[in-house]
């Protein structure tokens, strides 16, 4: 566990580097296209690293249990990516001026739903339901 802290904080911090670097030294007005994919690419990764050990870091908290607290790494980091490509898209949309408070509701909505059905474990096969 401290091992996989290390390694994602560090990577994390690296990333909000690489973000740093490129708000400081890209102009988004002659970067075009490759300089926007680089200040999303390098927010996304950033992010993700960071609400990926925070997550951990809460989880560990509150569970307290040493063998049960490595099957919530998993977890934390695809609700990291979640978390982060809802940032992402939110931006993206504020960015096209096409962000209001209803599709910033829907767009939330939409990671619930995708992390509440589409992500948990099942316990049941759906040859169960079937019959």
């Known amino acids: 566990m401290r091992q996989y802290l290390i390694l994602m904080s560090i990577g994390a911090a690296i990333c909000w580097g690489a973000w740093f670097f490129v708000i400081n030294s ?13 200040f ?7 992010l993700t690293g960071t609400v990926s050990v925070i997550g951990f ?17 998993k ?3 695809r609700q990291g ?15 096209a001026r096409l962000l209001t408070w209803w599709n910033g509701t829907l767009l939330l909505l939409l990671f619930f739903v995708m992390e509440g ?6 316990k049941y096969n ?3 339901l079937a019959s």
């Open 81 to 95: 990516i979640l978390i982060s490509l809802m940032i992402i898209f939110g931006l993206l949309l504020l960015q």
């Open 126 to 128: 759906n040859k169960d």
């Open 117 to 122: 059905i589409l992500f948990t474990k099942r």
């Open 26 to 38: 890209i102009d988004p007005k002659q970067a075009g296209v490759a300089g926007f994919i680089f």
């Open 57 to 73: 870091l809460i989880r560990r908290r509150m569970i307290r249990l040493d063998e049960a607290v490595f099957h919530h790494v």
């Open 40 to 46: 999303y690419a390098s927010l996304f990764l950033s």
């Open 75 to 77: 977890r934390t980091f």
